[in-house]
């Protein structure tokens, strides 16, 4: 038996982000996100939306850009306080102690020194959607730990210890149980 319900957002887990964004002339921020997807490849593209009414709604509508930075699960407090706290009125770099570096292929935007994968983004198109802004994005540039790549220089994100969120909550990734294709895979 199901019961039947009425629409809502359930789709779970997803991604949880912490958006960095800057304009110039302006204070670094950072916005907690669970509402980011992959909608191309080539380009790389993504989307993440944005309440309306968020501080950082308007730094990245103005400036054009943002940083997506994957979070580890050792940075799940800070996440968390940078979903809750606004920066209308915080210091969120301070607030989590986190560390605003430089992004290369972005003008304003820092990146999260502290996040092992950045993704450096422009924004190409807004669709305004009701209570979000979705905001689609040419990915310019990936920053990656050294830490994350084997010995021939592939990318093994499972040593990220990256978090998801689910339902209200923060949740680790747990190891890989097949790799695509292995359904099929001769043995």
């Known amino acids: 038996m199901k ?3 009425k629409p809502g957002n359930l789709l779970n ?5 912490m958006l960095s964004c800057a304009e110039e002339g302006g204070k670094p921020n ?3 996100l669970a509402w980011v997807g992959t909608v191309c490849s080539e380009p790389p593209m993504l989307s ?3 309440r309306k009414d968020r501080f ?3 730094i990245v509508s103005r400036s054009g850009e943002f940083a997506v930075n994957l979070v580890p699960a050792k940075l ?3 996440c968390d306080l940078c979903g809750v706290k606004s920066g209308r009125d915080t210091d969120k770099f301070a ?3 986190l560390t605003a570096a430089p992004a290369p292929n972005l003008k304003y935007a820092p990146l999260i020194a502290e996040c092992p994968v950045n993704l450096e983004c422009r924004v190409e198109k807004v669709l305004e959607l009701g209570s979000h802004d979705m905001f689609v994005a040419r990915i310019v540039g990936v920053q990656v730990e050294d830490s994350l790549l084997d010995k021939k220089g592939r990318l093994d994100l499972t040593k990220a210890d990256l978090i998801v969120y689910s339902h209200g909550e923060y949740a680790p990734l747990k190891e890989s149980i097949g790799k695509f294709g292995f359904s099929v895979k001769k043995k």
């Open 13 to 17: 887990p997803v991604p949880v982000v």
């Open 95 to 97: 607030a989590a102690h």
């Open 76 to 78: 799940a407090k800070a």
């Open 30 to 32: 950072i916005i907690t």
């Open 56 to 58: 950082s709604h308007g």
């Open 3 to 5: 019961q039947n319900w």
């Open 48 to 50: 993440v939306s944005i």
